[in-house]
């Protein structure tokens, strides 16, 4: 299977604990994003990388989000001093610059106690 | 502000009748339109998409509609499925720059036998 891949799938962590994720694009893809959904809402942008170029961070990402994507391969996501309010499903996608369509993973859902 | 909206949070459908679910947006600038299906616990999948420049696209039993006068689109799904029980997310980005996509809250889709 080469479609986008996610881990850890589930996440329960303890309010101020540390947490990262991480998603493996497909793999001639170039532009990989993150996006958090939470209950009955939509996916919302969080940043976008256009090979290691972190390009574009929405205000959303506070200073407690941190995204790389080192040699433009996979990415993490990490959450230091996690909150409650960071529960939620947090998405991984990836496209080739040219396509307007996104390839999602099947997401990390992290529940903050 | 929402500038994609889904206004109905869920449709209930027979099975083989058409399925039609709506979507508005307000920002002028995007001009080019997504469809996504997402079942529990997986990540959005890619259904069908649609230019701008386009009033119609047509892939099997989808069909995507733009109305760019009203900012407007709708799906159209015939004959309904089973299979076709999901959520449904309308997408809208601008071609060029980080093509982050902007979604709706979503349409709960249920299929009756």
């Known amino acids: 299977d080469t479609g986008v891949s996610q881990n850890p799938r589930h996440k329960i962590t303890k309010r101020g604990q540390n947490v990262t994720f991480r998603c493996d694009p497909i793999s001639e893809h170039n532009r990989l994003y993150w996006y958090r959904q939470t209950l009955g809402q939509g996916p919302e942008f969080l940043t976008y990388f256009q090979n290691e170029a972190q390009l574009e961070k929405s205000r959303l990402l506070s200073d407690r989000f941190s995204a790389e994507r080192p040699k433009g391969s996979f990415s993490t996501l990490e959450i230091q001093r996690t909150e409650q309010g960071d529960s939620a499903m947090y998405l991984c996608?990836?496209?080739?610059?040219?396509?307007?369509?996104?390839?999602f993973g099947p997401g990390t859902r992290l529940t903050v106690l | 502000d929402q500038q994609v909206k889904q206004n109905s949070p869920s449709l209930s459908v027979q099975e083989g009748r058409i399925s039609i679910l709506n979507c508005d947006y307000t920002n002028s600038m995007f001009d080019y339109f997504l469809w996504y299906k997402k079942y529990p616990a997986e990540g959005p999948t890619f259904l069908i998409s649609?230019?701008?420049?386009?009033d119609k696209n047509e892939d099997g039993r989808f069909t995507v509609f733009l109305n760019k006068s009203a900012k407007h689109l709708s799906l159209h799904i015939v004959p309904s499925q089973p299979g076709d029980s999901a959520v449904y997310f309308c997408a809208a980005t601008k071609f060029g720059g980080a093509q982050k996509l902007v979604f709706g809250q979503g349409t709960r889709l249920t299929i009756n036998p």
């Open positions: 649609i230019s701008s420049i386009k």
């Open positions: 996608a990836s496209s080739l610059g040219t396509h307007n369509e996104q390839f």
